[in-house]
């Protein structure tokens, strides 16, 4: 069945870069997305990118996609105490109808 | 109007009661989506409705019951729930499917309602 695996925690300081690792399992995906919890609240979505692309930059965010070993990474460059959250990747199923989401990983930043 | 509203926020319930959760957007999407999520997990697909129409039931517990009254409105019927449905049950909505149209198949989150069943 469809399993997306992330490490579970990362600990950065303030102003360090964040690289938040997913291993997902549908190489049929047509996007591939990153999501943001913070405590209390729905998910928001950060960024996504198109299958056929390797790199996207958005602003601070940075999404490298290697499709041969289906592993999607996010990059946060200067990263802020706001930036502390749980940070889900995420994949199509069922034939691209709804999302599955991986374990999330819980940033924690220190000033 | 980019929101999707979750009422109530929190809900206490006994096991022989009958409540619903309920969710609201007005951004015109034509998929709406119920996920369960409990602590510390990512949230779990339960339900899909596309053009108001039950489209995927993922197996979830008929003391579970959905319902799409129209394009912007989502309700989730529960009744004999147990302590282990404790948990924050989010709705979500998207324009289409991903790839239909163009469309990136972003999925909105609502706040979520938090559950707790004494």
């Known amino acids: 069945g469809e399993d997306v695996e992330q490490s579970l925690f990362l600990s950065v300081r303030e102003g360090d870069s964040s690289v938040i690792n997913c291993t997902y399992t549908?190489?049929?995906?047509?996007?591939l997305y990153w999501y943001k919890q913070e405590p209390g609240a729905g998910l928001q979505l950060l960024t996504y990118?198109?299958?056929?692309?390797d790199m996207k930059q958005d602003q601070r965010l940075t999404v490298l996609l290697n499709k041969k070993d289906k592993h999607l990474s996010l990059r946060i460059a200067d990263t802020q105490t706001g930036d502390s959250a749980i940070y889900f990747c995420?994949?199509?199923?069922?034939?691209?109808?709804?999302?599955?989401f991986g374990k999330g990983t819980t940033l924690s930043v220190s000033s | 109007d980019t929101e999707v509203t979750q009422t109530p926020k929190h809900l206490v319930m006994g096991m022989t009661n009958k409540k619903s959760l309920k969710c609201e957007q007005h951004?015109?999407?034509?998929?709406m989506y119920w996920y369960k999520q409990k602590a510390k997990k990512p949230p779990e697909l339960m339900f899909v409705?596309?053009?108001?129409?039950?489209?995927i039931n993922e197996s979830v517990p008929s003391r579970f019951s959905p319902e799409c009254p129209n394009s912007s409105l989502l309700n989730l019927h529960l009744h004999a729930l147990q302590p282990e449905d404790s948990a924050l049950y989010l709705c979500?909505?998207?324009?289409?499917?991903?790839?239909?149209?163009?469309?990136?198949?972003?999925?909105?989150f609502g706040e979520g309602s938090r559950l707790t069943v004494l």
């Open positions: 979500a909505s998207s324009q289409d499917w991903p790839g239909q149209g163009g469309n990136t198949g972003e999925l909105f």
């Open positions: 549908d190489s049929s995906s047509t996007y």
């Open positions: 990118i198109f299958s056929n692309m």
């Open positions: 995420a994949e199509t199923f069922q034939a691209g109808t709804a999302l599955i």
């Open positions: 951004m015109g999407h034509r998929a």
């Open positions: 409705y596309s053009y108001e129409k039950l489209s």
